[in-house]
């Protein structure tokens, strides 16, 4: 059974302190690694796919980077607006397209 | 495009209802998926169409739940008859058939069960 697990469950950063958010998975065959961000009252919005070990994706502040056994997503001199819970989900070559989805890191930027 | 919409956004029933959540996916994706939110067990798959084929039922919790989908563009989740620990929210989310495409969430439907 596919398994992810996300630390620390919460962050609180003041504006502009970098720092990276862990995504451990166990998954029998990786067909893809995927980051959400979800903000209060709405549903999760895409970020990344991940597909292989060594692979990295920016947008904006957010870069994603994955290994055979974890993924981070590192967020470099945050603001305000980037505050929301962070998901990882992973899809497994024996989990058909379903997702597995980690409970999420709970992020706070402070001015 | 529209997006992903589900209807209504905020439901409150008594225990023993039937409560029924609809969900339009977005154009052209094949692949349908219901979720459950709860704080104490995060996002979890309930079901999930293919083609608008039932392709893993295996997070449908009990009997009370089924859900359908009788056309591309259309799927309801329903709960008859509901109960209290049914609250949580229910999130729709479509994505192109095939493996290791994104799938694009709904906003949501915060189920109040008392």
């Known amino acids: 059974e596919d398994q992810v697990t996300q630390s620390p469950e919460a962050l609180r950063l003041q504006e502009g302190e970098s720092s990276s958010l862990n995504c451990s998975y166990t998954?029998?065959?990786?067909?893809?690694l995927f980051w959400y961000r979800q903000d209060p009252g709405k549903g999760p919005e895409f970020l990344f796919t991940l597909y292989s070990a060594g692979e990295e994706k920016e947008k904006e502040r957010l870069k994603a980077t994955l290994t055979k056994k974890e993924s981070f997503l590192h967020i470099t001199a945050p603001k305000p607006e980037d505050s929301a819970t962070y998901l990882c989900?992973?899809?497994?070559?024996?989990?058909?397209?379903?997702?597995?989805f980690g409970t999420g890191t709970r992020l706070t930027i402070i001015p | 495009d529209a997006g992903v919409i589900q209807s209504p956004r905020h439901e409150v029933t008594e225990m023993g209802q039937e409560v029924t959540l609809r969900c339009k996916p977005i154009s052209g994706h094949n692949s349908l998926f219901w979720y459950r939110q709860t704080m104490m067990r995060g996002l979890e798959l309930l079901i999930y169409f293919n083609n608008n084929v039932p392709i893993d039922d295996s997070g449908m919790p009990e009997d009370r739940f089924s859900a359908k989908m009788p056309n591309a563009s259309f799927s309801t989740l329903k709960i008859q008859p509901s109960e209290p620990r049914d609250s949580a929210v229910y999130f729709c989310?479509?994505?192109?058939?095939?493996?290791?495409?994104?799938?694009?969430f709904g906003p949501g439907t915060r189920l109040t069960v008392t």
């Open positions: 998954v029998s065959g990786l067909r893809g």
């Open positions: 989900a992973v899809q497994g070559y024996f989990g058909n397209e379903k997702l597995t």
């Open positions: 989310a479509s994505s192109r058939a095939g493996f290791a495409y994104e799938q694009y």
